[in-house]
């Protein structure tokens, strides 16, 4: 029987490691815009987000939108837009990503209340659908479909 990972490789997946935290969350590293920084994966986030105090750290322009966030204890929160951003995770890409910005100190509170390191940002569901994400939970691995 084949492995998972040689299957996935054939069909030009690529193979990006993930972080196991203390609060069973799995961790990324993507660049945005050329910029390194630290991720949640989130399959149950519907869009990508970055915290709004790393607007100007990932070079992202916003704009107003109508869209509320909720998640992690707190709802209807206030968001902007970021669109045309470029993201790469390991040799993965995609150059037309938008970028929903709202206040993730909630979601960086729980992560140091667990002694977690905190997260720039998610990547949603959005980013996994675009590139045909596969999860393997036991190996703590993320493949990508790469384009």
């Not at 193979?15 to 630290?38: M, S, W």
């Not at 909720?70 to 037309?96: D, F, P, Q």
């Not at 960086?108 to 998610?122: C, Q, S, W």
């Amino acid at each position: 029987m084949t492995s998972l990972k040689k299957f996935l490789k054939k069909k030009k997946y690529v193979k990006i490691p993930l972080e196991l935290t203390e609060t069973n969350h799995f961790a990324i590293t993507a660049k945005v815009n050329g910029i390194k920084g630290r991720f949640i994966l989130d399959t149950g986030a519907s869009n990508t987000c970055v915290s709004f105090d790393k607007i100007e750290f990932f070079k992202l322009t916003s704009e107003e939108s109508k869209i509320k966030a909720a998640g992690a204890g707190a709802t209807n929160m206030e968001t902007l837009i970021s669109t045309k951003n470029r993201i790469k995770i390991g040799k993965w890409k995609t150059k037309k990503l938008q970028i929903v910005l709202f206040d993730m100190i909630h979601v960086n509170e729980a992560l140091t209340a667990h002694k977690a390191p905190r997260v720039d940002g998610i990547i949603g569901a959005d980013v996994l659908l675009e590139a045909g994400a596969v999860i393997d939970y036991g190996k703590s691995r993320l493949y990508l479909k790469r384009s």
